[in-house]
């Protein structure tokens, strides 16, 4: 019977874990429930960096109940202070008698310190309940505290036929409305977006959400122009002081352009390269900034760029029934390709779905270990 309480419970905290999407970078989504004689007393989770732990906030609720109660939390709760103390020891000094714990975290600073000071306390732990579900729920946070990267997804739009676009460029719309609709989702839980100068020049985006909810989010826009093409009329450049936006070029760039950018509100980065800046130094920068999450929207080249270094974690793959056809049609992935067939990349975990007339395929590149 515990077994199955133990599943229950901490399904409610990776419930309430999840309603943090896309806020908490560079931390995890933690949810903690207190439970009690089979009733829950106290309940919550973290809602962005530097506001309290999820199990601090279940234990305030909880208040003095807590003792002798069972706490479950989707994550090994840390032993390390950072912005706020241990939630370890809060536990213990609460009086928690038993910690049903989803995944132990690989973050070097805790990687099974908080499960030891829960067990030196004598509190009853258990780990690895609902493990799948609490390692999918943070696998963005786990690549970037095991390598400093972000977590890459990749995002296209193709037709039946394989196309991202007609010969002569047009490419609005290949997917449906849904389809688009659950991008701007994807962009709303998602830290910054990334696109080449070729897709600003073609299409002159924008780059936010556009959804009809109050906490909506526009993720930061990285722009890759290696000679600082980006026109200062574009939409980039006029929204830059509402949202902000990096551009990412070369030393050779032109410097008058690189002020003009600069007073307009947006971010230069230099970096050693040629017209093809290396796109795995972008990703270092990207870290070190404590942004977790990056979605790809570019073209054909980009999207190559990335495929053969390996960069991409995750894809979000939209099929909508349309053939266009066209020799010089462009396709989703440009770039040298895969010279023999054997040594083609395989998509795993592979999901397929329907948003209206288009078929959404979801799987990934690289697992995180």
Known sequence: MDYFKDQE???????????????????????????????????GYHIKAGTPHAEVIALREAGANARGATLYVNLEPCSHYGRTPPCAEAIVKAGITKVVIGCLDPNPLVAGKGLEILQNAGIETRVNVLQEKALKLNEAFFKYIKTGLPFVS????????GKIATSTGDSRWISSADSRQYVHQLRNFTDAIM??????????????????????????????????????????????????????????????KKELLIKNAIEIIAIEGGDILPLEEVLRCLGKMG???????????????LMAKGLIDKLYWFIAPKLV????????????????????????????????EDILITGYINLID
Do not use: W
């Not at 990749?154 to 036929?161: I, R, W």
């Not at 093409?229 to 990096?246: F, G, H, M, R, Y």
């Not at 942004?291 to 999207?303: D, Q, Y």
């Open 154 to 161: 990749l995002k296209v739009a193709m037709t039946l036929d």
């Open 9 to 43: 419970y901490m399904q409610k905290a990776l419930e309430l874990a999840a309603q943090a999407r896309g806020r908490t970078s560079p931390n995890p989504m933690v949810g903690a429930v207190v439970v009690k004689d089979g009733q829950i007393i106290g309940q």
């Open 195 to 256: 696109i080449g100068i070729g897709t600003v020049l073609k299409d002159d985006p924008l780059l936010n959400t556009r959804l009809d909810i109050s906490d909506k989010r526009d993720p930061i826009r990285v722009i890759i122009d290696s000679k600082l093409d980006l026109p200062l009329e574009s939409q980039i450049v006029k929204t830059a002081s509402k949202q902000p936006t990096i551009v990412f070029c070369n030393h050779q760039a032109d410097a008058e």
């Open 325 to 356: 056809g066209g020799r010089q049609a462009p396709t989703p992935v440009g770039g040298i390709g895969i010279p023999v067939l054997k040594e083609a990349l395989r998509v795993k975990s592979m999901e397929i779905s329907r948003l209206g």
């Open 291 to 305: 942004i977790m999450t990056l979605l790809v929207e570019g073209g054909g080249e980009i999207n190559g760029y």
